[in-house]
Nanobody
Framework: VQLQASGGGLVQAGGSLRLSCVVSGRTFTNYAVGWFRQAPGKEREFVSA????????YYADSLEGRFTMFIDNAKKTVYLQMNSLKPEDTAVYYC???????????????????WGRGTLVTVSS
């Protein structure tokens, strides 16, 4: 299984970006997928994830509804639409996947065993 993220870049505060993550080697059936981010000097933190069953999408409370995660099954791609970006959103964003991610572990990066390379998002003030 391979995950490849793209779409990062430099954007001004208040702007938008859409990240993409192409998943190859398996389908989304019984497979949790998520987005995490890591800012310089900080630990990797949860952003958003869709449960293994596909029935629920979770978001970090700190996002205040600015981000939306969705999947295009035909393109085998997971997207993260980021609106109203803030300088504190600056980080390397990673997509992750896992077949064994249970609901209670969805927000924890340790639960995921497939990771893509990160894509850098920089938000200027």
């Amino acid at each position: 299984v391979q995950l490849q993220a793209s779409g990062g870049g430099l954007v001004q505060a208040g702007g938008s970006l859409r990240l993409s993550c192409v998943v190859s080697g398996r389908t989304f059936t019984n497979y949790a997928v998520g987005w995490f981010r890591q800012a310089p000097g900080k630990e990797r933190e949860f952003v958003s994830a869709r449960s293994r069953s596909g029935g629920t999408t979770y978001y970090a409370d700190s996002l205040e509804g600015r981000f939306t995660m969705f999947i295009d099954n035909a393109k085998k791609t997971v997207y993260l639409q980021m609106n109203s970006l803030k300088p504190e959103d600056t980080a390397v964003y990673y997509c992750a996947g896992g077949q064994g991610v249970i609901t209670s572990s969805t927000r924890f990066p340790e639960a995921y065993n497939n990771w893509g390379r990160g894509t850098l998002v920089t938000v200027s003030s």
